[in-house]
């Protein structure tokens, strides 16, 4: 019986592997057959995702997606390296609490680079002649901030709307390159952001936000499944959306 999902022969580039919703979805993506490429800061922990990947033949590559400009020359490095790429899932992300009488311009700007700008580079970079094979997938990881709203966030917020955007215009545009591109919204998730959140608020406010996601707090698994789901085949016939995976939060 043919797995729909099954990545075999695929290379894949992660971004935000080392933890979180990068790490699980690597760890998905190696146990369909797929061939990785992690992508992260710190190699330490990139390397603690390669150890649990099933197969061979995978790569870390440590990379900081603040560098924007040199986002495009990096994939084709990749590329002549490793092969030319079947997709890429861009997970790493900053979340940053800071509410309008604290924002400085600076922060701003770093969240807008990493979020937005480096997913426009990254689909910039994938195109390349020679660095992609047809056809491919991209995946954001975006938020349900970028659907709804919390006070306080509202730099992360607007960079999520923007990727959210983003998907819509740059489906139509590499569509007929053959490249799907699309995103999926998470709502809360059990990874170490959610760890460092819960320490920030009390618990009366932690409870709350919980309350919120009928179905509980989801793990990475709920969110890497998602994106399975876009990569492979059973996405086919999918470009241009946003997947929201939230336990039942933008329902209310």
């Known amino acids: 019986m043919v797995n729909p999902l099954d990545l075999s022969g695929r290379l894949m580039l992660v971004t935000g592997a080392s933890s ?6 690597s760890v998905l993506l190696s146990s369909l057959g797929a061939r990785l490429i992690l992508a992260g800061r710190n190699v330490e ?3 603690g995702t390669f150890q649990t990947l099933c197969g061979e033949s995978h790569g870390i590559e440590p990379f900081d997606l603040e560098d924007v400009p040199n986002i495009p020359g990096w994939i084709r490095e990749l590329a002549e390296k490793h092969g030319r790429l079947s997709g890429i899932v861009h997970s790493a992300g900053i979340y940053v609490t800071q509410p309008l009488r604290y924002m400085d311009t600076e922060e701003l700007d770093r969240v807008m680079r990493v979020n937005f ?9 994938f195109r390349q002649k020679g660095c ?3 056809p491919g997938s991209i995946v954001f990881v975006s938020s349900v901030m970028g659907l709804v709203a919390q006070p306080g966030i509202s730099a992360y917020c607007s960079s999520k709307g923007a990727v959210n955007s983003l998907v819509r215009s740059l489906a139509l545009e590499l569509a007929p390159e ?4 699309n995103a999926v919204n998470p709502g809360l998730v059990q990874t170490e952001l959610t760890e460092r959140l819960e320490q920030v608020l009390s618990t009366e406010q932690f409870s709350e936000l919980k309350s919120r996601h009928p179905l509980g707090i989801g793990q990475p698994d709920d969110v890497a499944n998602a994106i399975a789901f876009l990569l ?3 996405g086919r ?3 241009g959306t946003t997947l929201t995976v939230d336990g039942g939060y933008t329902a209310q």
């Open 20 to 25: 979180g919703i990068g790490r699980a979805t």
């Open 178 to 181: 053959g490249i799907r591109v």
């Open 117 to 125: 700008a480096a997913a426009v580079q990254l689909a910039k970079g």
């Open 132 to 134: 992609s094979v047809k």
């Open 45 to 47: 922990r990139l390397n």
């Open 232 to 234: 492979a085949d059973t």
């Open 237 to 239: 016939w999918i470009t």
